[in-house]
């Protein structure tokens, strides 16, 4: 397993003006490091072993710029690189990793504990930097989350993108604030109780500013990913290039403290090899939080619904902590909006819901209409806490034409249906920025790429990524400022009508959640889950020790009548999103339920209900 002080990448600075240089340039017989003005030093970097060249030089401080000169030719920044104060082509600058951290004695939450909440660093606040965050912490604390979410912060070109156009991956993008920035960002959330998870990019780099091929074998033509060739995870020089992504990893972790990575795309990395780089990124990871005193979580990211990524090794898995469901999405999305184009095409029933809710995975082997194939295994054995569930996200939000979100698709009431259904599952839920307030704005997909044939290039690919979704119209331009502008939050509709009772149904949910002896718990054996398909209707009852709860999740555009079986007793309303407190139309449901077994209930259009059984 990698040692990140051992195996330490990049410029090293060591305090009192020294600076260790390490660098994997295998395709390069010579290493010159160039500092530059003032300092104008060139020194020769030894070579040592495995394609590694190495110097330990004096009289360094942090700040100062520097590239490396292969074979007398070409200057390129660092591909370890901790800051680039002039963009993905200038130079790199020397990093002082210390801080004067205030978080001592941080541990981070357990995994059940995580309430996790996206967001883009750019986007999020008028300033777009990671400090421009921190006076927000305490209204998503105050929401109930416990985990922020930032997409990928790694140096990317221009000033605009996602941050999966990332092409140096160890420095955090100038424009939001760089190192110091992040530091201050996470010392600020473990202040204050909060975890950090960063989204990692490893299963592609971006088209502008990427000089990883000038230096070692990092890519393979033997895969093909959506985005060119993959990163060389099983062939030859594949062993430099697994430490350099763990090696990254580790950074993240010991640098800036990030309790958690989320791994994206898992799908289109490709690696055949005995031990798979999942296996060995997870080992190394878990052992290092182990060491290090810490909880650190790996989120995968991955359309395959193969269960061996979040198995533990003792059970033949790879031994990540989490994924991403997008099929618990899909199952939502669709009852709410009607849409099945695309991967939408085979969901649609309550039945998907309600095997996403029993299970996890919708496909667990199943023949898929759209994939034309069956997909997927078995997940239902899992605990609820290997599934991150939503009902948006950047991906599913920012890859519409029009990046609507789904307040732009349906209305108040079907959004606190929603709301509902995600955050009182038993797995772990997580929020789009400004999604609990029903944020109008689209996220849009920008960029701001240097290269104007590549400009041109996005701008076609992004109109032919649409062709199947039938969407009419074109796209908003990437390049420009304005679809960039245009996807920034709004916090002052916080304190408007009506996304202030949006935002208190969120804040009460979590709180049930949080609190509720059953709806706190995680359990999915003490849960029994129904479909009505014909009133669109999901029924589901839990219990811990005496207490049960009934949720009526109601689908149906106009009221209906449902027959189930109930438990004997007196059931109490104890929720009902058509309230006026949560700026519906007035109670839909009926206060109270009287079972001798089994009921016929009035079902609300578009709606959710909770009852608990009295003693």
């Known amino acids: ?161 996602w941050g999966y156009d990332g092409v140096n991956l160890w420095a955090p993008h100038h424009d939001y604030g760089g190192p110091a920035g992040l530091r201050r960002l996470v010392d600020a959330c473990h202040r204050r109780g909060m975890a950090v998870v960063l989204d990692v990019v490893y299963n592609h780099l971006g088209p502008e500013g990427n000089y990883l091929w000038d230096f070692g074998h990092y890519f393979t033509d033997h895969y093909k990913t959506p985005w060119g060739e993959a990163i060389n995870f099983d062939g030859a020089y594949s062993d430099e290039v697994r430490r350099f992504v763990i090696g990254n990893a580790l950074h993240w972790l010991g640098e800036y403290r990030i309790d958690g990575l989320r791994l994206d795309a898992l799908h289109a990395i490709y690696d055949f090899s005995a031990r798979h780089i999942f296996a060995e990124l997870a080992e190394t990871v878990h052992d290092y939080a182990d060491r290090a005193g810490r909880r650190v979580q790996l989120i995968a990211e991955t359309d395959l619904n193969d269960s061996r990524l979040i198995r533990s090794p003792e059970l033949g898995g790879h031994g990540l902590d989490t ?52 997909h997927g295994n078995r997940s239902e054995d899992l605990p609820a806490s290997k599934f991150v569930v939503f009902n948006q996200n950047h991906d599913q939000i920012g890859n519409r034409m029009n990046g609507e979100r789904l307040s732009a698709l ?112 995680r359990d999915r054996e003490a849960m029994e889950v129904t479909a009505f398909e014909v009133e669109r209707m999901l029924a589901v009852r839990r219990w811990h020790g005496r207490e049960q709860t009934l949720m009526l999740a109601c689908f149906g555009r106009e009221q209906t009548h449902a027959t189930l079986l109930l438990p004997e007793g007196n059931w109490r309303k104890t929720l009902d999103t058509a309230e006026a407190r949560w700026g519906g139309p007035g109670p839909q449901g009926p206060e109270r339920i009287e079972s001798n077994g089994e009921i016929e209930i009035a079902l609300p259009a578009s709606c959710l209900l909770l009852y608990e059984r009295e003693a």
């Open 323 to 374: 994924q991403w469901n997008d099929d618990f999405h899909h199952a939502l999305h669709t009852l709410l909006t009607g849409e099945r184009m695309a991967y939408y095409e085979p969901f649609g029933r309550v039945e998907h819901l309600a095997r996403a809710w029993r299970e996890g995975y919708v496909y667990s082997g199943q023949y898929s209409s759209f994939r034309r194939r069956r």
């Open 1 to 161: 397993m990698l040692d990140l002080v051992d195996f330490g990448l990049g410029a090293l600075y060591q305090g009192a003006g020294r600076c260790r240089f390490r660098v994997w340039a295998p395709k390069a017989k010579r290493v010159e490091l160039r500092l530059l003005a003032p300092d104008g030093r060139t020194v020769e970097l030894e070579p040592t072993c495995e394609g590694y060249f190495e110097a330990q030089v004096e009289a360094v401080s942090p700040g100062t710029l520097y590239l490396y000169r292969l074979d007398g030719e070409r200057e390129r920044p660092d591909p370890c690189s901790r800051h680039q104060p002039q963009g993905v082509h200038g130079p790199s600058a020397v990093v002082d990793p210390s801080f004067n951290w205030g978080d001592a004695g941080w541990f981070g939450p357990a995994l059940r504990d995580y309430v996790l909440y996206e967001l883009h660093v750019g986007t999020f606040t008028r300033e777009g930097t990671f400090e421009a965050i921190i006076p927000h912490i305490e209204d998503l604390l105050e929401l109930g989350v416990t985990a922020i979410e930032l997409l990928p912060v790694g140096q990317f070109p221009g000033r605009r993108n």
């Open 410 to 521: 349906v209305g108040l009431e079907e959004l606190k249906l929603a709301a509902g259904v995600m955050l009182l599952s038993p797995y772990l839920p997580m929020l789009f920025m400004g999604e609990e307030w029903g944020e109008p704005a689209p996220f849009l997909y920008f960029v701001s790429h240097t290269d104007a044939e590549l400009v041109e290039a996005v701008r076609k690919g992004r109109a032919a990524e649409f062709k199947e979704f039938a969407w009419v119209g074109e796209p908003p331009d990437p390049q420009a400022e304005e679809t960039f502008a245009r996807s920034r939050v709004d916090h002052q509709l916080k304190r408007r009508h009506p996304h202030d009772q949006l935002l208190a149904l969120h804040r009460h949910l979590l709180e049930l959640r949080r609190t509720h002896p059953v709806l706190g718990t």
